[in-house]
């Protein structure tokens, strides 16, 4: 993983459009959209199911409003805590796509906040995605159309 290319804001439909981005010697697997490459994705939404193995590993459903994502939970990254169905989360983590099939993007989780108590998380949330369209990944859009 390289924590230097940023954690795209993002809405989990718009994954559909990314593509694997062209390899260079010594960098990790990454996709491109917008003209950025990128390997980790930031989404809120909430969770509509939360399934755990024997492990503690989870298998989380989350909707953000545009789809609906696969989350994949090791127990380190829970942090002892169990996340359960009707919590409003902010998630970031690795973006799987060979296993994101169909407008389902699959995300194996890093980094997941409870966002519950914030009473207006989605619509600041719709606001955060939007600015960071217009500010950050539009320019880079026009700058470097599709091929």
């Given at each position: 993983m390289d924590y230097t290319l940023a954690a795209l804001k993002i809405f989990g439909s718009q994954l559909a459009g990314s593509t694997e981005a062209p390899s260079s010697e010594g960098s990790?697997?990454?996709q491109m959209?917008?003209?950025i490459r990128f390997q980790r994705a930031w989404m809120q939404g909430v969770?509509?199911?939360a399934n755990y193995n024997e492990s503690d590993e989870g298998r989380l459903v989350l909707d953000d409003g545009s789809c609906v994502a696969e989350l994949f939970v090791l127990p380190k990254e829970a942090e002892g805590r169990r996340w359960l169905a009707g919590m409003y989360v902010m998630v970031i983590g690795a973006y799987i796509a060979?296993?994101?099939k169909d407008n389902y993007p699959a995300i194996k989780v890093h980094k997941m906040v409870e966002l519950s108590d914030q009473p207006d998380r989605e619509a600041m949330w719709y606001m955060e995605v939007a600015e960071a369209y217009n500010l950050f990944y539009l320019p880079f859009s026009v700058a470097s159309p599709p091929s």
């Open positions: 990790s697997p990454s959209l917008f003209g969770l509509l199911s060979e296993q994101s």
